[in-house]
């Protein structure tokens, strides 16, 4: 269709715009095209013509719609096709209808556009943009919509002969036409290298900025093509030079870089853009953290990290948890400690959980002088242990010889009520029983006993031979919890 409008020296000459053929089925598309069942705050006159366009026989829509006495104000007219996609041979008769009645507005005749091509009825919708043209309401927003309608069916060569033919219709190809086809392009899965011919043929002719080469950069970055990446990336500041506004292009040669494994690479990229004052934006921190953490490389994300972040860009909470926690499960203390530090400078304040990771990576470590101090520290700020960290902890204090931050620990689970308490029940008797402090193992285990807080039968018998090595009154000590616990 297009090839033959590109040919066709009548070009220019009048065609109205018409219904298919009467033989034609109506076109039944996918869900993501929207229906009037969709959007329930329409207004009560376009829910009335929707049930029209319907329910009616395809012979009966016009005589239908004028009986229900609405007016087809241009109004009226867009909100009803922006929920009839699926009705596509409703649509036309409505749309031919209410044109009948009321002259209607260049965005009325755009969605039509939009319309048809979606549901590649594309005979009818040149013959709409004929119509358009001829009634001086075409623009280059419809040649945006017929560019996404031909790549999201395939017809790439159809959305090319579009744009090309475009100057014929009084509509300029300017870069923002040029912008708008190699976005619908790269839209689709596995198409950059169509975008990529499209742009190499033009890029001469018309002026291009930042923009194209973004778009491009963000379909390399969707399948992951380094190379590709590399010689667009190259080619932009050849052209375009650096430019503080083309951040959707550092973000996406960043993190295909990122992604692909060449982190390496994306530091030196990143240190080259900060050098000549531009900064890629928050998008890329946090999809380089996202690829960071399943590749477990704290070394690069901290890099990177304090590149962008030292650049001006303001991390939010959740990316400082997500990189303290990748820091601290690799034993990166210092680094967590001062991002930690820095977190309130950028409004960030730490939560539980930014508390919670740093908290496991000093048990884990094995710090015991600085997992005591900051326990205190996150009860001090409110942001207690998970239950978990509690029994890890009470553990790591007993075999690191600080019993007492350990009890304080306990202690402080049962005043707050943290469940669940088990684990750290039985890592606290085990831990006392061992330093023979069989008189506080009794006292708290009849306490938890009294709180229906389950004592393993492992750390019964583990107690039995403490109690059992001390002989005399202990054994009998032991007997009685024992027998408590069995009946409990």
């Given at each position: 269709?297009?090839?033959?409008?590109?040919?066709?020296?009548?070009?220019?000459?009048?065609?109205?715009?018409?219904?298919?053929?009467?033989?034609?089925?109506?076109?039944?598309?996918?869900?993501?095209?929207?229906?009037?069942?969709?959007?329930?705050?329409?207004?009560?006159?376009?829910?009335?013509?929707?049930?029209?366009?319907?329910?009616?026989?395809?012979?009966?829509?016009?005589?239908?719609?004028?009986?229900?006495?609405?007016?087809?104000?241009?109004?009226?007219?867009?909100?009803?096709?922006?929920?009839?996609?699926?009705?596509?041979?409703?649509?036309?008769?409505?749309?031919?209808?209410?044109?009948?009645?009321?002259?209607?507005?260049?965005y009325s005749w755009n969605l039509m556009v939009d319309l048809l091509g979606?549901?590649?009825?594309?005979?009818?919708?040149?013959?709409?943009?004929?119509?358009?043209?001829?009634?001086?309401?075409?623009?280059?927003?419809?040649?945006?919509?017929?560019?996404?309608?031909?790549?999201?069916?395939?017809?790439?060569?159809?959305?090319?002969?579009?744009?090309?033919?475009?100057?014929?219709?009084?509509?300029?190809?300017?870069?923002?036409?040029?912008?708008?086809?190699?976005?619908?392009?790269?839209?689709?899965?596995?198409?950059?290298?169509?975008?990529?011919?499209?742009?190499?043929?033009?890029?001469?002719?018309?002026?291009?900025?930042?923009?194209?080469?973004?778009?491009?950069?963000?379909?390399?970055?969707?399948?992951?093509?380094?190379?590709?990446?590399?010689?667009?990336?190259?080619?932009?500041?050849?052209?375009?030079?650096?430019?503080?506004?083309?951040?959707?292009?550092?973000?996406?040669?960043?993190?295909?870089?990122?992604?692909?494994?060449?982190?390496?690479?994306?530091?030196?990229?990143?240190?080259?853009?900060?050098?000549?004052?531009?900064?890629?934006?928050?998008?890329?921190?946090?999809?380089?953290?996202?690829?960071?953490?399943?590749?477990?490389?704290?070394?690069?994300?901290?890099?990177?990290?304090?590149?962008?972040?030292?650049?001006?860009?303001?991390?939010?909470?959740?990316?400082?948890?997500?990189?303290?926690?990748?820091?601290?499960?690799?034993?990166?203390?210092?680094?967590?400690?001062?991002?930690?530090?820095?977190?309130?400078?950028?409004?960030?304040?730490?939560?539980?959980?930014?508390?919670?990771?740093?908290?496991?990576?000093?048990?884990?470590?094995?710090?015991?002088?600085?997992?005591?101090?900051?326990?205190?520290?996150?009860?001090?700020?409110?942001?207690?242990?998970?239950?978990?960290?509690?029994?890890?902890?009470?553990?790591?204090?007993?075999?690191?010889?600080?019993?007492?931050?350990?009890?304080?620990?306990?202690?402080?689970?049962?005043?707050?009520?943290?469940?669940?308490?088990?684990?750290?029940?039985?890592?606290?008797?085990?831990?006392?029983?061992?330093?023979?402090?069989?008189?506080?193992?009794?006292?708290?285990?009849?306490?938890?006993?009294?709180?229906?807080?389950?004592?393993?039968?492992?750390?019964?018998?583990?107690?039995?031979?403490?109690?059992?090595?001390?002989?005399?009154?202990?054994?009998?000590?032991?007997?009685?919890?024992?027998?408590?616990?069995?009946?409990?």
């Amino acid at each position: 269709m297009v090839e033959a409008m590109a040919e066709n020296p009548k070009i220019g000459v009048k065609k109205p715009f018409k219904l298919p053929p009467s033989s034609s089925p109506p076109l039944v598309k996918s869900p993501r095209l929207p229906v009037h069942l969709d959007a329930p705050d329409i207004s009560p006159a376009a829910k009335t013509v929707c049930k029209v366009l319907v329910r009616a026989s395809p012979n009966d829509v016009e005589a239908a719609l004028s009986a229900t006495g609405v007016v087809p104000s241009p109004e009226l007219v867009q909100e009803v096709l922006r929920v009839s996609y699926n009705y596509p041979s409703s649509a036309i008769k409505f749309f031919r209808w209410a044109r009948q009645l009321a002259k209607q507005s260049a965005y009325s005749w755009n969605l039509m556009v939009d319309l048809l091509g979606k549901n590649e009825l594309f005979d009818q919708m040149w013959n709409a943009i004929r119509t358009m043209r001829e009634e001086k309401v075409l623009s280059l927003p419809t040649f945006v919509s017929v560019f996404g309608s031909y790549c999201s069916a395939g017809r790439f060569k159809d959305a090319i002969k579009s744009f090309e033919v475009m100057d014929r219709y009084d509509v300029e190809k300017d870069v923002v036409a040029v912008n708008s086809l190699l976005s619908a392009i790269c839209t689709e899965e596995n198409q950059t290298s169509k975008a990529w011919e499209f742009f190499k043929k033009h890029k001469e002719k018309i002026p291009l900025d930042g923009d194209s080469y973004a778009i491009l950069l963000e379909g390399w970055e969707k399948e992951g093509n380094v190379e590709k990446a590399e010689v667009t990336f190259d080619e932009m500041v050849k052209r375009v030079g650096w430019n503080p506004e083309n951040v959707s292009a550092y973000d996406a040669f960043l993190i295909t870089l990122v992604r692909r494994g060449q982190s390496a690479e994306a530091v030196k990229v990143l240190l080259e853009i900060k050098n000549n004052g531009c900064s890629p934006g928050l998008k890329f921190l946090s999809n380089a953290l996202d690829s960071l953490i399943n590749q477990n490389d704290a070394t690069h994300a901290i890099l990177l990290w304090d590149i962008a972040v030292g650049n001006g860009l303001v991390p939010n909470l959740i990316m400082y948890n997500a990189i303290i926690g990748l820091l601290s499960e690799k034993g990166k203390i210092e680094d967590s400690f001062r991002l930690l530090d820095a977190m309130v400078f950028h409004g960030a304040f730490p939560n539980s959980l930014t508390y919670n990771l740093i908290f496991s990576c000093l048990i884990k470590n094995k710090k015991v002088k600085e997992a005591s101090q900051f326990f205190r520290e996150m009860v001090k700020n409110e942001c207690p242990p998970t239950p978990s960290n509690c029994a890890a902890a009470i553990t790591m204090l007993f075999d690191g010889y600080d019993p007492e931050t350990a009890i304080d620990i306990w202690n402080f689970m049962v005043d707050n009520n943290i469940k669940p308490m088990d684990a750290s029940a039985n890592a606290l008797l085990i831990g006392l029983c061992d330093l023979d402090r069989l008189t506080e193992v009794r006292r708290f285990a009849d306490d938890m006993l009294d709180q229906r807080i389950g004592i393993f039968e492992s750390t019964m018998k583990f107690l039995r031979n403490g109690f059992y090595q001390q002989r005399g009154r202990f054994r009998d000590s032991y007997d009685s919890l024992f027998r408590r616990w069995r009946d409990s």
